[in-house]
């Protein structure tokens, strides 16, 4: 479909209502940058043909607008953030309020406004319905009533959920709309943890969280977690069946939401992300390069035509009857950086479903486009918040409170809806509209429904009768809108949600296993029919949905249902089956072990058995016996995958150097796997005997890693086995090992594991003959003893090794080794180690002079890339190349300079948590740093700037976690103005920078 410019199709004077003066509004942008004028906005958006956009109201009207919602009149209530700074505190002398927008001619202007309440603080989120509006203010979840619906509040505000977190600088509690379920919904990201219930839960009651998406029923007074992960959902929509799909604001843009699923928080290698228990977006692709580089690069795919950025606000799924029928269902997200709207089409795909790059559906055209929400109205248009605010989306450069527009998109000619007020309808007509091709109108129609259930004023057999009828309809759709009012509406019992869980449909099934998950399952009563689901139902959607709903039911119960689930041949492979099944398992291992080794040994998944085996083996100092029982029965599966699945779980959770009680039984097992093993079999079971200190095993890897006659990666893997187990006497291997290109890098690892005296001098004598890379392990490997430290700093300050080379990832943790004369010695070669706030920023405005500096030698590009490569690239992928430490930065707000300093020069200005230094002091004196990606019980998987660590528990002495980032401040120093120079147009580039 072509793009053009719009019409621009705006009226040459303001509207009739004129706008407060509200005192909270003062910008700390700087002085004399301001967005363009909210017509000209219009004039430069460009949709599809046959499409247009109105402004439907702008500032002084509406300023910092961040999410809104419609009344039953179609009456749009937005909520205005002012307490947001940009920084890690909100203004709390500032109030957030809520606006109502009236658009009482259709014309796509509103034309009557009015302030509804104005005296919210952190407000992210809000929510019309149930006799008044609900907000998602931290630490509350407020209602605020309006029953006499005069537009003024009824009384003081009502908290019915407390306990978010109020630390949290934008990763906030957020967003709220009500689900098909009756239940309210709502957002939460993970920069800090919550502890949120209903008022009055006791604290020992409540259990912390991080990114979720929640739920709570304003009936039952009840508060629950969903799902868990991402980083900070930020929308979510339902489509016509009724699963939801959430926006993602980073790592990964969309998820198709599972009910007690699990989703992925920190980016990872794909071959890591294979073997961790956390579920990936729906999504079959990310909105900027991150991987692949060349052979896409050489094709012209960049960023901006991938998508634009990996930042994405609001979530939309069509299903209303303006646009063309081919948008129905498709998603819709603002994207942060790429100023623009993307679209996803959603495809069915084994269990769930596979998200496809649609075309772009909007481009804003202006840097200080920051759309935030989006949601059809009741006439099929769609209505656009614009924050309206330069920079990077965390605004360290400012906050523009003056300004704020909301848009509406529109094709063709547009149906007017206004003058109606949905409490006027009669119950049946509130049932007819469940026929309604607008979505809109359908679930405002459900919730008054349910409105008038709970208040008692429903002609429930009148009701119960037409619903029965649309639920014979020929189409889902329509069937589950039905069903959806009888259960809000508690029309229908759990027995009649016994009989639909047999349906011929696949939805109708899944949701009835869902809505009787919400009253407990009462596992009694559907026991056989569950069991006959997981045995024989031939939808993999309602089988996922069966492995969510066993996480509702009693422990003991669970994998007499997962057994059979997990054996179906024809979920191989499926995308979420694996870890759905292990997530209801996890908790039932210890309690029914029996059907835990059965699950193990007979379930068709890779991933699942070797959790289950992970887990099993966790437990081996407490229950031994469940263990022999896995070794006892792998023995006799007759399939050598299987069999390894099993093995690299039990080395999952014995590995990290753990000293492991030798279990019985190991001696047959190994025994009777090895006489047929294949080479990777053979591989796994010396890996899992030098685990348990089998001396043979030791010796035999011992062998191959000193044989100059064998291949060197034959000898670089016994090498990597045995510094993991923690082998003993390996100081002189790992000398020798030194001087074989091929094992350094193990090498280098193994001393820093050991401690080898003379370690230190000998990686010293050797450091100025290896390249960048071995040259970078081994400083990092010489930073993490603290007598290696002093052998470093020696070497610096005998020139051996150039102090420039250090890393400030190094240096900090020389300085905060504990020892009073190695921080005195680093802050000699480097000075101090933290600037003041001060500091900080007089180095921005150095940093902004040189590299927007006029009449200097152009900056070069390539020379940039060494330096990224120097100095970032340990933590940082750009352009598919770099380690994982750390965020990637090939979608993010690059071309920004204000994004790049705030984060260069003062790191700490916001840290999540998975991005929060944790050190780990070992009982041999080491000490390392990074962050932790998994907590495995026995071993804890560390992945820090030199690569992934597994630590054995029993070998950490302490651990502390900072609230400092895991990005040291001090990137920049040492370097010339010239390199500043390079650097950050390296940074800054469009495209990637061939190698020579």
Same mark, same amino acid.
Not at 130 to 159: C, K, T
């Given at each position: 479909?072509?793009?053009?410019?719009?019409?621009?199709?705006?009226?040459?004077?303001?509207?009739?209502?004129?706008?407060?003066?509200?005192?909270? &509004?003062?910008?700390?942008?700087?002085?004399?940058?301001?967005?363009?004028?909210?017509?000209?906005?219009?004039?430069?958006?460009?949709?599809?043909?046959?499409?247009?956009?109105?402004?439907?109201?702008?500032?002084?009207?509406?300023?910092?607008?961040?999410?809104?919602?419609?009344?039953?009149?179609?009456?749009?209530?937005?909520?205005?953030?002012?307490?947001?700074?940009?920084?890690?505190?909100?203004?709390?002398?500032?109030?957030?309020?809520?606006?109502?927008?009236?658009?009482?001619?259709?014309?796509?202007?509103?034309?009557?406004?009015?302030?509804?309440?104005?005296?919210?603080?952190?407000?992210?989120?809000?929510?019309?319905?149930?006799?008044?509006?609900?907000?998602?203010?931290?630490?509350?979840?407020?209602?605020? &009533?309006?029953?006499?619906?005069?537009?003024?509040?009824?009384?003081?505000?009502?908290?019915?959920?407390?306990?978010?977190?109020?630390?949290?600088?934008?990763?906030?509690?957020?967003?709220?709309?009500?689900?098909?379920?009756?239940?309210?919904?709502?957002?939460?990201?993970?920069?800090?943890?919550?502890?949120?219930?209903?008022?009055?839960?006791?604290?020992?009651?409540?259990?912390?969280?991080?990114?979720?998406?929640?739920?709570?029923?304003?009936?039952?007074?009840?508060?629950?977690?969903?799902?868990?992960?991402?980083?900070?959902?930020?929308?979510?929509?339902?489509?016509?069946?009724?699963?939801?799909?959430?926006?993602?604001?980073?790592?990964?843009?969309?998820?198709?939401?599972?009910?007690?699923?699990?989703?992925?928080?920190?980016?990872?290698?794909?071959?890591?992300?294979?073997?961790?228990?956390?579920?990936?977006?729906?999504?079959?692709?990310?909105?900027?390069?991150?991987?692949?580089?060349?052979?896409?690069?050489?094709?012209?795919?960049?960023?901006?035509?991938?998508?634009?950025?990996?930042?994405?606000?609001?979530?939309?799924?069509?299903?209303?009857?303006?646009?063309?029928?081919?948008?129905?269902?498709?998603?819709?997200?603002?994207?942060?950086?790429?100023?623009?709207?993307?679209?996803?089409?959603?495809?069915?795909?084994?269990?769930?479903?596979?998200?496809?790059?649609?075309?772009?559906?909007?481009?804003?055209?202006?840097?200080?486009?920051?759309?935030?929400?989006?949601?059809?109205?009741?006439?099929?248009?769609?209505?656009?918040?614009?924050?309206?605010?330069?920079?990077?989306?965390?605004?360290?450069?400012?906050?523009?409170?003056?300004?704020?527009?909301?848009?509406?998109?529109?094709?063709?000619?547009?149906?007017?809806?206004?003058?109606?007020?949905?409490?006027?309808?009669?119950?049946?007509?509130?049932?007819?509209?469940?026929?309604?091709?607008?979505?809109?109108?359908?679930?405002?129609?459900?919730?008054?429904?349910?409105?008038?259930?709970?208040?008692?004023?429903?002609?429930?057999?009148?009701?119960?009768?037409?619903?029965?009828?649309?639920?014979?309809?020929?189409?889902?759709?329509?069937?589950?809108?039905?069903?959806?009012?009888?259960?809000?509406?508690?029309?229908?019992?759990?027995?009649?949600?016994?009989?639909?869980?047999?349906?011929?449909?696949?939805?109708?099934?899944?949701?009835?296993?869902?809505?009787?998950?919400?009253?407990?399952?009462?596992?009694?009563?559907?026991?056989?029919?569950?069991?006959?689901? &997981?045995?024989?139902?031939?939808?993999?959607?309602?089988?996922?949905?069966?492995?969510?709903?066993?996480?509702?039911?009693?422990?003991?119960?669970?994998?007499?249902?997962?057994?059979?689930?997990?054996?179906?041949?024809?979920?191989?492979?499926?995308?979420?089956?694996?870890?759905?099944?292990?997530?209801?398992?996890?908790?039932?291992?210890?309690?029914?072990?029996?059907?835990?080794?059965?699950?193990?040994?007979?379930?068709?998944?890779?991933?699942?058995?070797?959790?289950?085996?992970?887990?099993?083996?966790?437990?081996?100092?407490?229950?031994?016996?469940?263990?022999?029982?896995?070794?006892?029965?792998?023995?006799?599966?007759?399939?050598?995958?299987?069999?390894?699945?099993?093995?690299?779980?039990?080395?999952?959770?014995?590995?990290?150097?753990?000293?492991?009680?030798?279990?019985?039984?190991?001696?047959?097992?190994?025994?009777?796997?090895?006489?047929?093993?294949?080479?990777?079999?053979?591989?796994?079971?010396?890996?899992?005997?030098?685990?348990?200190?089998?001396?043979?095993?030791?010796?035999?890897?011992?062998?191959?890693?000193?044989?100059?006659?064998?291949?060197?990666?034959?000898?670089?893997?016994?090498?990597?086995?045995?510094?993991?187990?923690?082998?003993?006497?390996?100081?002189?291997?790992?000398?020798?090992?030194?001087?074989?290109?091929?094992?350094?890098?193990?090498?280098?690892?193994?001393?820093?594991?050991?401690?080898?005296?003379?370690?230190?001098?000998?990686?010293?004598?050797?450091?100025?003959?290896?390249?960048?890379?071995?040259?970078?392990?081994?400083?990092?490997?010489?930073?993490?003893?603290?007598?290696?430290?002093?052998?470093?700093?020696?070497?610096?300050?005998?020139?051996?090794?150039?102090?420039?080379?250090?890393?400030?990832?190094? &240096?900090?943790?020389?300085?905060?080794?504990?020892?009073?004369?190695?921080?005195?010695?680093?802050?000699?070669?480097?000075?101090?180690?933290?600037?003041?706030?001060?500091?900080?920023?007089?180095?921005?405005?150095?940093?902004?002079?040189?590299?927007?500096?006029?009449?200097?030698?152009?900056?070069?590009?390539?020379?940039?890339?060494?330096?990224?490569?120097?100095?970032?690239?340990?933590?940082?992928?750009?352009?598919?190349?770099?380690?994982?430490?750390?965020?990637?930065?090939?979608?993010?707000?690059?071309?920004?300079?204000?994004?790049?300093?705030?984060?260069?020069?003062?790191?700490?200005?916001?840290?999540?948590?998975?991005?929060?230094?944790?050190?780990?002091?070992?009982?041999?004196?080491?000490?390392?740093?990074?962050?932790?990606?998994?907590?495995?019980?026995?071993?804890?998987?560390?992945?820090?700037?030199?690569?992934?660590?597994?630590?054995?528990?029993?070998?950490?002495?302490?651990?502390?976690?900072?609230?400092?980032?895991?990005?040291?401040?001090?990137?920049?120093?040492?370097?010339?103005?010239?390199?500043?120079?390079?650097?950050?147009?390296?940074?800054?580039?469009?495209?990637?920078?061939?190698?020579?």
């Amino acid at each position: 479909m072509n793009m053009r410019s719009l019409p621009i199709l705006l009226l040459c004077f303001l509207p009739t209502a004129r706008a407060d003066d509200w005192p909270h &509004a003062g910008n700390t942008q700087k002085a004399g940058e301001h967005p363009p004028s909210a017509m000209e906005q219009v004039a430069r958006m460009t949709v599809p043909e046959g499409f247009k956009v109105t402004l439907f109201a702008a500032e002084p009207d509406i300023r910092q607008p961040v999410s809104f919602t419609f009344d039953d009149r179609g009456r749009l209530w937005v909520l205005e953030c002012y307490t947001y700074t940009g920084k890690k505190q909100y203004d709390l002398r500032k109030r957030d309020r809520i606006v109502i927008l009236e658009d009482t001619d259709g014309d796509g202007r509103f034309d009557e406004r009015k302030v509804f309440w104005d005296e919210g603080q952190r407000a992210f989120g809000i929510e019309w319905g149930h006799g008044g509006v609900w907000v998602a203010q931290a630490p509350y979840l407020s209602f605020i &009533a309006d029953r006499n619906y005069d537009d003024v509040p009824d009384g003081p505000v009502e908290h019915r959920v407390d306990g978010f977190t109020t630390e949290a600088s934008h990763n906030n509690v957020n967003g709220l709309r009500w689900g098909p379920d009756g239940w309210l919904w709502g957002r939460h990201g993970m920069l800090q943890p919550s502890r949120a219930a209903v008022v009055g839960t006791p604290v020992e009651e409540r259990e912390k969280f991080q990114a979720c998406i929640w739920r709570y029923h304003p009936g039952r007074n009840k508060f629950e977690i969903v799902c868990t992960g991402g980083i900070n959902p930020w929308g979510f929509d339902w489509n016509e069946v009724g699963e939801m799909f959430f926006t993602n604001n980073v790592n990964g843009q969309l998820f198709h939401l599972l009910p007690g699923a699990r989703y992925r928080v920190n980016f990872v290698p794909p071959h890591d992300a294979e073997k961790q228990p956390f579920l990936n977006q729906c999504a079959d692709h990310q909105h900027f390069d991150y991987g692949r580089v060349w052979n896409r690069a050489r094709t012209g795919v960049t960023t901006d035509e991938l998508g634009g950025g990996h930042s994405h606000c609001g979530g939309m799924i069509y299903l209303a009857d303006n646009w063309p029928a081919h948008y129905r269902g498709k998603v819709f997200m603002h994207n942060t950086h790429g100023k623009r709207v993307n679209m996803e089409v959603l495809e069915r795909s084994g269990s769930g479903y596979v998200a496809r790059h649609g075309k772009d559906f909007l481009r804003a055209n202006n840097p200080w486009y920051r759309g935030v929400e989006l949601r059809y109205g009741p006439d099929g248009g769609v209505y656009m918040l614009d924050w309206s605010d330069h920079g990077e989306c965390h605004d360290h450069d400012g906050v523009h409170r003056g300004s704020g527009r909301i848009y509406k998109v529109s094709f063709g000619a547009v149906k007017r809806q206004t003058g109606f007020n949905l409490r006027d309808f009669t119950d049946e007509q509130l049932v007819e509209l469940q026929l309604f091709e607008n979505d809109w109108w359908v679930r405002h129609a459900r919730r008054v429904l349910e409105e008038r259930a709970l208040q008692g004023k429903l002609d429930e057999e009148r009701v119960r009768e037409d619903l029965q009828r649309i639920y014979r309809h020929p189409d889902v759709s329509r069937r589950l809108r039905a069903m959806w009012c009888l259960y809000t509406t508690q029309l229908v019992d759990t027995d009649w949600l016994q009989v639909q869980m047999r349906d011929e449909n696949e939805h109708i099934r899944a949701w009835a296993l869902r809505l009787m998950s919400d009253d407990g399952m009462g596992y009694g009563r559907v026991r056989i029919i569950v069991a006959r689901m &997981a045995r024989k139902d031939p939808s993999a959607l309602v089988r996922v949905h069966l492995a969510g709903a066993m996480q509702k039911i009693p422990i003991g119960y669970r994998l007499e249902v997962l057994v059979p689930l997990g054996k179906r041949e024809e979920d191989r492979g499926d995308a979420n089956l694996p870890l759905m099944i292990w997530f209801a398992a996890e908790d039932s291992i210890e309690r029914t072990p029996e059907l835990a080794v059965t699950l193990a040994t007979t379930t068709v998944h890779r991933l699942t058995r070797r959790l289950v085996a992970r887990h099993i083996a966790s437990l081996q100092g407490r229950r031994p016996e469940i263990l022999e029982s896995l070794l006892e029965k792998l023995i006799r599966i007759d399939d050598q995958e299987h069999q390894r699945d099993l093995l690299d779980g039990l080395l999952d959770a014995l590995g990290g150097g753990r000293k492991v009680t030798v279990p019985e039984g190991w001696g047959a097992a190994y025994e009777s796997l090895g006489e047929s093993a294949e080479e990777g079999l053979e591989e796994k079971l010396a890996e899992l005997a030098v685990a348990f200190s089998d001396q043979e095993a030791l010796d035999g890897f011992r062998r191959i890693a000193s044989d100059g006659g064998i291949r060197p990666s034959q000898r670089r893997r016994a090498l990597e086995v045995l510094v993991k187990a923690g082998a003993e006497d390996l100081d002189a291997l790992l000398l020798q090992a030194l001087e074989v290109e091929e094992l350094i890098e193990v090498a280098l690892r193994g001393l820093g594991s050991t401690g080898t005296a003379g370690g230190a001098r000998e990686i010293i004598s050797k450091y100025a003959e290896w390249p960048d890379t071995e040259r970078q392990l081994a400083l990092s490997v010489l930073s993490s003893r603290k007598q290696y430290a002093h052998n470093l700093l020696e070497a610096m300050e005998q020139g051996v090794i150039d102090r420039r080379e250090l890393s400030a990832f190094d &240096a900090r943790r020389i300085h905060r080794a504990g020892d009073e004369a190695l921080r005195m010695r680093i802050e000699k070669q480097w000075g101090p180690l933290l600037s003041s706030d001060t500091d900080k920023e007089a180095e921005m405005v150095r940093v902004r002079g040189l590299v927007s500096a006029a009449g200097v030698a152009a900056p070069n590009p390539r020379r940039g890339k060494v330096l990224f490569q120097q100095r970032c690239a340990a933590c940082h992928v750009l352009w598919g190349e770099g380690g994982h430490a750390g965020p990637h930065l090939t979608g993010s707000d690059r071309r920004n300079l204000d994004y790049l300093l705030i984060n260069i020069i003062d790191p700490n200005a916001s840290v999540a948590p998975n991005y929060r230094l944790t050190t780990f002091t070992l009982k041999d004196g080491r000490e390392l740093s990074g962050f932790v990606e998994e907590d495995l019980g026995s071993v804890i998987r560390l992945r820090a700037q030199e690569g992934v660590h597994h630590l054995s528990r029993d070998r950490i002495a302490r651990r502390k976690t900072s609230e400092a980032s895991l990005m040291p401040e001090g990137i920049l120093r040492g370097l010339a103005d010239a390199e500043v120079r390079d650097l950050f147009e390296y940074l800054r580039g469009k495209h990637p920078v061939r190698n020579h």
